[in-house]
């Protein structure tokens, strides 16, 4: 349940693939903050991102927080090694909720 | 485009250039770039995960140029040199954009989460040195990185 007593909704799941980098991080953005938008949680499955750079991670960043400002939150799942490193340059490994796949991520109330 | 004729200057004896590339500072020609960079680090002797760490430095460093650097300046030129030196790589980003005040060139503190401003981090985390050189005819910067095999991540 969520605070307002509501059923919970389903996790809005926003796929992202190839480069998650300056030239599409405008699209990447408005696609989270879109899914935010939403009201429920969201699962960013990333299986299918080659790459991701700081301006992807800044997209991710900036939906965590309106997520959370709002009272849901935002999961990464399927992270690569790339983007595991990345994450963890960035100290934000630790901020991230991050799950194996969708179902992990579900089956942990996601 | 400016002239970029003889845009990276000489290097000691014990570099060998690997590779130069010259690209418009546009966030499209970013991917273009990135497989060349990892290639070239392979073959300097760096294993794939800090291959990939450098691909991210130099990437992370390419787009401040086109950011920060020309910013609204359209079509700005960049030159790019690859060198092998004394069991690492030296890589060195030639732009021709305002002068920049490497004071000003800061990472934010990383407790403080919010979007923007990792990259300076990043190439600074991943590579072991990094120095604003001047630039030939004192125009535009030239940034020279370095990273040796087997130095901390």
Redesign the interface.
């Known amino acids: 349940m969520t605070k307002s007593g509501k059923q919970k909704s389903a996790p809005s799941i926003v796929r992202l693939s190839g480069?998650v980098?300056?030239?599409h991080a405008p699209d990447v953005r408005r696609r989270l903050l879109d899914a935010v938008a939403q009201g429920a949680n969201v699962l960013v499955d990333l299986s299918a991102a080659s790459?991701i750079?700081?301006?992807g991670?800044?997209?991710l960043?900036?939906a965590l927080?309106k997520a959370r400002s709002e009272g849901t939150d935002l999961c990464l799942v399927a992270i690569s090694?790339?983007a595991r490193?990345?994450l963890e340059?960035?100290?934000?490994d630790m901020?991230f909720p991050i799950h194996d796949d969708i179902a992990a991520a579900t089956a942990a109330g996601a | 485009m400016t002239d970029v004729a003889n845009p990276i200057p000489a290097f000691a004896d014990t570099a060998e250039a690997l590779l130069e590339l010259h690209f418009i500072a546009r966030?499209?020609r970013?991917?273009l770039i990135?497989g060349s960079i990892r290639a070239t680090a392979r073959m300097c002797g760096f294993d794939d995960?800090t291959a990939?760490?450098i691909v991210?430095a130099v990437?992370?460093a390419c787009?401040n140029v086109?950011?920060h650097g020309y910013g609204e300046l359209a079509d700005g030129a960049v030159v790019l040199g690859l060198f092998r030196c004394d069991g690492g790589i030296l890589v060195r980003l030639r732009d021709f954009a305002p002068r920049v005040d490497p004071a000003t060139v800061k990472p934010r503190a990383?407790?403080d989460?919010?979007?923007?401003q990792?990259?300076s981090?990043?190439i600074r985390?991943?590579m072991d040195t990094v120095e604003f050189r001047p630039a030939p005819e004192g125009q535009g910067n030239l940034l020279e990185m370095t990273k040796q095999i087997g130095a901390p991540q």
């Open positions: 480069s980098d300056l030239e790459y750079d700081s301006s991670i800044a997209c960043v900036e927080q090694m790339q490193r990345v340059l960035a100290r934000l901020v | 966030a499209d970013l991917k990135r995960g990939q760490n991210l990437d992370e787009q086109i950011v990383l407790n989460v919010r979007p923007g990792l990259g981090h990043f985390e991943i």
